[in-house]
Every structure is written in C-alpha cells, then in structure tokens.
C-alpha cells in the first residue's frame, strides 16, 4: 500500500514538473512594430479585450534613426546606428532570412559596447526561436549575433487570411515573432490590426510605435509615444523599476520584459520586468497622462525662462552699479525663491491640467506674499529657503509625486534621461536651501553643540533623500556627501586640520558611499548606479569609457549653448561685485554654497542646472544683504 502510494506522489510530481515546462515552453509573444500609434488608434484596436498601456521614449544614442531604435529593442540599451549600414533583407537557400550590412553594424557598436552580439535578442531567446514577418530593418529586432532570422518572411501582406496563416505557422515553430506593420493612418489597417490583436489576445502582445504620430507632434515632443502591452489578463497602466511612475516605461524594458517571460536571468542589462497596474479606465488614465506631462513640460520652460531672466536683469544692474534698483533686484529675486515654494505646494494638486488656470494662482500667490513680505523685519530669502528645504524633505519621502509635479523637481520625460527620484535642479535646490536653512536656524541658538547638531542634522538628512532609496541620483548623493565633509571640516574641525584629519575625513567619506552602493545592491529594485557597477563588472572598463564619454560630452554641449551659457555668464558678473564687502558669516556660507556648486556642476550632465540654481539662491541671499547694509 505504501509502495503505491508512493508511486502515485512520484507520478503527480513528475506530471506537475513537466507541465510547468511544457507551459512555459508554449508561452507565444509577438512583437507588433508599428509606423506610428496615437490614442485614437489606440482606443479603436484594443476595444472589448484587456490591455495595458502607458508612455515610452523612443529616444536613442546618435546616429539616431529607425534602425538605432529597433537594435536599442535587440540589445536592452539605446544605441546608435549610421542609417547606411542597413543594407535590406534576403533569403539564402535554407529559407533563413539575412540582414544585408548587420556585421558593418555590429562592429562599430563593439567600439564602444564589449559583448553586443551575445546580448541582442535572437542570441540571448535563440532556445525559444524567434521569427520574423516583414519587409524593412525592424529584423533586426529578430536577429541573432550573425544577422540571420531561421523562420519568417520578407513581404507582408495587409490581408488578415495570410497574416493569420503566417502567423500560426511560423509560431509552430518558434515562441516569438516580430511583425513589422504600417497603419499608414487608414481605416482598413486600423481595422485589420483590430482583427489581429482579437486573434491573438491570449498571447503576450507588444505594441511599439517607431515615431511620434502627427496628432501627438508638439515642438516639445519628438520623442514620446503610446505603447500597448497584452499579457492575455491584466488590465491597466505598465510600469516598470526603470521609471517608478505608472503610466511609464523604457526602451530597455522591452528586453526586460521578454527575457522574464521565458525565464532568462541577467543581473547586468538595464531594462526591467514590465507590471500592468490595475486601473479600471486605462484609456483616460493615459489621455491624462500625456496632457499633464505635456502641460507640465510647459510650465517648467516657462518658469526656468522666469528664473534666468531675473538673472540676466540682476546682472545687468548690478554691472551698471544701479545701487537705486537693489529693492526692485531684491523683489524680483524674492518671488522667484517664493515661487519655487509655491510650485512644490501645488504639485500635490492636479492644477497643472489647465495651464492657463495654474499659471494665474501660481504668479498670483507668489505676488502676493512677495509684497506682503517686502516690508516685513524678515529676511524672506532664509527663510522660504527653509521653508522650501522642509517642504522638499517632506516630499519625497511621503509623496513623491508633489515633487514631480513641480516645475522644479520635474524629470524631462521627453529627454528621457530620468524618470524618478530628483533632477539635477530640485537637487540644487535641497543643497542651497539646506546650506541657507543650516545658517538661519543656527542664529536661533547660542550653545555650540546645538549648531552642530543642526548642522550634522541637515547633511545627514540630504545623504538620506539623496540615496538610492529615495533620491536615486548618484551624482546628487556624491555632492551631498561632499557637502557632509565641507561642513565637517569648516563647523567641527575649524581650524584644527591636519593631515590626518583629512585623510580620515576621505575614508569617511568612501565608507558613507559603499554603504549606500551596499544598501542599493541587497534593494530589490537597484538603482541606475548599482546597475551600472555590474555592468561595469560584466562588460570591463568600456561600460565606464562609454558611460564618461555619454555624460561628459552632454555637460560640455549643454554648458555651451543657450540659455545656460548665458545664465552663467551673468551670474558670474553678479558675484563678482556682491562678493566684495561681506561679513565672515555670510562670507562662509557663501563659499560653502559656491564648492557644492561646482561639485554639482561636475559630477551630472546637466550639472549647469544645479549651479545656476543654487548659485540664484546665494545672489538672492547677497543682494538682499547689501540691500539691508545701504
């Protein structure tokens, strides 16, 4: 009886273990790699099934293209390829299907990238056979490391008989196809597509348009499109850990999410598993994701212009030592540290869908307390500095999103660089306010120990919200980490240094960082920085050389061009003449604000931004001091 028994549990595990393969070897995915996807197109082929969607930036790495955007696809990381290379698609003898020009391909990307022809799709999925149906370089997305796709065609036929037929037959032989489809905005196509996607609902869809639509075209937007995800279950928004917001995700996850479907672990690529977030109106949702993010992208060009036009008019007077406009100088530079407070208050709400309506409470409000404020016996600079540093602290700890909304903490989801945590301008801000904030408060105290634990208190606070738990900028945390060990030495050392004490202030300083990098590594969602350290660990030196080479050349042609160039060079003539005359308080804080500055400008490719803004908060400080001081 036991015997039986014991071959009846072996027979039921065996038929568990080799059910669960048999399903994960039958898993089907298709690729759909349209011309162009708007929401109304969207709307139409996804009526009556479960889908999810959200937003992607199709930016990639110059040369860009088509052809740099489906290998960005293939290879989990944006690349660029010169458009010539493509050389077009046949068939050999055997019936597989050959790119013309892939190893011309291959081997500029190997100039700069160590093992791209291992990591491209049809490499990494070759055990679950990918197929191909289409007429352009979208195979590339299909290829293996020699170029060459073994099932598929090199036409496509717009008639849902073939499309189904070719589909069933080249899935019977592999698990996933790329279709390469061109809706060419007719009805026919849309229709069509409709018909396709209800044929295939069961399987895991992918919808990736390879440019903006015309009816999603703005000046400001080149880049971001709708794309559609089917998992044959979940209805929602995509996300992803690449972006942490819902209603977003990147090229890379594309990879990610494939190679999860079918099981292949990689601890080194940067994309991520894509999650549908359930939402019972998706369609809304995204129709109001793109139109708040368009709106809010307005509103931070409209308010960084405010910003650097009151630095250009501060500078010019200042030149001019038109000593008679210091109070209008003060005002002007008063509303902009006010309006920085009043926009991180407003983005708890939902004012920024109506731009007209959040530009006239945004400027209203921050008048108003601006002229309130002007006669008042305080200093309004320190404190809305100190007002603006609890606000941010607050924020990104508790509701991140307030941050986002915000002019000044917005990620530019049309350069597609940073999705989540703080840009390099709400960094500059957290760092000057707490400087400013670390000083006002201090004056409120006598005892010594009291300031320096004020001081200690501030510096620990921005490590904290600027690692990789909450801030996710490595760039950020270094600054602040360099911030910690400036103040370190000019408030608690004084000038009792030597040596000694500075090596050890160094040592502390790398130990702070490896804890954060240790933290970030056992985190189950990994920051940028840590991903990158494997990486680096996988692929050698050339991750570095091309991380350097991508950041270093983005610094310089950013700090070159207008308005920033601009921007610097007045407020380069603005300190020249406020840093005469100071008192040695004012003057400490002053170099503390400008080192951190520089530091910030170094270590992040839009560096530029977290100086102008930090060293705009120190020009508010000096000339309200020597407004007081005439």
């Not at 998992?231 to 996850?253: A, H, L, V, W, Y």
């Not at 100088?329 to 920024?352: P, Q």
Request: aromatic share 12%; proline share 1%.
């Amino acid at each position: 009886m036991e015997k039986r028994n014991i071959i009846i549990i072996l027979a039921i595990i065996l038929v568990q273990l080799f059910g669960n393969t048999s399903y994960a070897m039958e898993e089907k995915s298709i690729l759909i790699l349209v011309d162009e996807l708007d929401l109304e197109v969207l709307e139409d082929i996804t009526d009556g099934i479960n889908f999810g969607t959200g937003l992607m930036n199709i930016k990639t790495r110059k040369p860009s293209g088509v052809e740099s955007y489906y290998f960005s696809i293939a290879a989990g990381r944006k690349v660029g390829i010169k458009p010539e290379y493509y050389k077009g698609l046949y068939k050999d003898e055997n019936g597989t299907i050959i790119i013309s020009g892939y190893e011309d391909m291959v081997k500029d990307l190997s100039k700069g990238i160590n093992n791209i022809k291992t990591n491209v799709l049809g490499e990494k999925l070759k055990d679950e056979g990918i197929s191909y149906i289409g007429d352009n370089s979208s195979a590339i997305v299909a290829a293996n490391n020699t170029g060459s796709i073994n099932y598929g065609e090199i036409e496509i036929k717009y008639h849902k008989n073939w499309l189904i037929n070719k589909t069933n037959l080249h899935l019977s032989k592999s698990n996933i196809l790329v279709l390469s489809y061109n809706i060419d905005q007719t009805n026919y196509r849309v229709r069509l597509l409709k018909d396709y996607i209800q044929e295939y609902k069961d399987y895991n869809i992918f919808i990736l348009p390879k440019k903006v639509s015309k009816r999603m075209e703005y000046i400001i937007n080149s880049s971001l499109v709708p794309v559609i995800y089917i998992n044959g279950k979940d209805n929602g928004m995509i996300k992803s850990s690449s972006t942490k917001r819902e209603g977003f995700i990147t090229i890379e996850d594309i990879y990610g999410e494939l190679l999860s479907i079918y099981g292949e672990k990689d601890s080194s690529i940067i994309g991520n598993k894509i999650n549908i977030v359930e939402r019972q109106n998706n369609l809304n949702n995204i129709k109001d994701l793109f139109k708040k993010t368009i709106n809010l992208i307005l509103i931070t060009y409209i308010f960084h212009g405010l910003v650097y036009f009151v630095q250009g008019y501060t500078a010019y007077y200042i030149y001019k030592n038109r000593k008679d406009k210091l109070d209008k100088i003060n005002l002007f530079n008063s509303f902009i540290v006010i309006n920085i407070f009043i926009g991180l208050l407003m983005g708890a709400s939902s004012l920024h869908i109506n731009i007209a309506l959040y530009l006239f409470i945004n400027l209203l409000t921050s008048y108003i307390i601006t002229i309130f404020m002007a006669d008042r016996d305080v200093n309004t600079i320190k404190l809305f500095a100190t007002l603006t540093y609890g606000l941010i602290i607050l924020g990104i700890i508790f509701y991140p999103e307030t941050i986002y909304n915000s002019y000044i903490g917005f990620n530019n989801l049309f350069y597609g660089a940073r999705y989540y945590g703080f840009n390099n301008g709400i960094m500059g801000v957290l760092l000057v306010s707490s400087i400013i904030s670390c000083y006002f408060v201090m004056e409120l105290f006598k005892n010594e120990f009291l300031k320096n634990l004020i001081c200690l208190i501030h510096v620990f606070t921005n490590m904290i919200v600027l690692s990789a738990n909450y801030g996710a900028n490595t760039g950020g945390f270094l600054t602040a980490l360099a911030l910690f060990l400036i103040i370190i030495y000019t408030n608690l050392l004084g000038k009792n240094w030597n040596i000694k004490n500075l090596a050890l202030l160094i040592l502390a300083g790398i130990l702070i960082f490896g804890v954060n990098m240790y933290f970030d590594y056992l985190s189950n969602e990994k920051s940028h920085a840590i991903n990158f350290f494997i990486r680096l660990k996988t692929h050698g030196i050339s991750e570095f050389v091309d991380m350097f080479r991508i950041k270093a050349r983005e610094l310089i042609k950013l700090t070159l061009l207008p308005p920033f160039s601009i921007v610097l060079v007045a407020q380069a003539i603005s300190l020249r003449t406020l840093l005469n005359g100071i008192n040695e308080n004012l003057k400490k804080q002053t170099y503390i604000i400008l080192i951190t500055g520089i530091i910030g400008f170094l270590l992040n490719d839009t560096g530029m931004i977290t100086f102008i803004y930090m060293t705009h908060y120190l020009i508010s400080l000096l000339v309200y001091n020597r407004r007081k001081s005439l």
